[in-house]
């Protein structure tokens, strides 16, 4: 959500027609009907709850006034694999590790529902026009510090800004 906040306001974008924004680690209700845009970090955390996304879901329970509720679904069948939208659209938002994106080839249903797959390389805050952050409050002083060159601090925090 920083990275959305520092780039737009909620107005923009639901301008162009995003009507809900979630986040990824609160419970959503289903909409079949409706495709699902996913900004994510490449995390193992951030994939598991993706592929959750996309579990078998229980077809909801039909109800009529004068009968009792039916359930759609057959006694001792498996719940069809329809996850909780008609199709993802997932957009990360820094390189993707190998063994994160196995785990997530292990999501068949997931794998089938999505239509764009895309890396954005946003791990930055635009905090002006012309300005930026990489919000690393320590990487000052682990590239400029007087010992820093010593203890290989600031080889790995250029290594770390530069995967960014």
Partial sequence: MRVIGAACRASEITEDGITHIEKLELARQPIPDMEAVYLISPTSESIKLLCADWKAQPIPEETDKKKKPKNKQPPGQKPPEVGLYAA????VISP??????????????????????????????????QGFTLDMDD???????????????????EAAVAAR
């Fill in 88 to 91: 993802a659209h997932v957009y």
């Fill in 96 to 129: 993707i590790s190998e063994e994160v994106m196995f785990a997530m080839k292990q999501s068949p249903v997931l794998l089938k529902k999505i239509k764009t797959f895309k890396l954005l390389h946003l791990e930055f805050l635009a905090s002006e026009s």
């Fill in 139 to 157: 990487a000052l002083a682990r590239l400029y510090a007087p010992d820093s060159l010593d203890s290989g601090d600031k080889a790995a925090c």
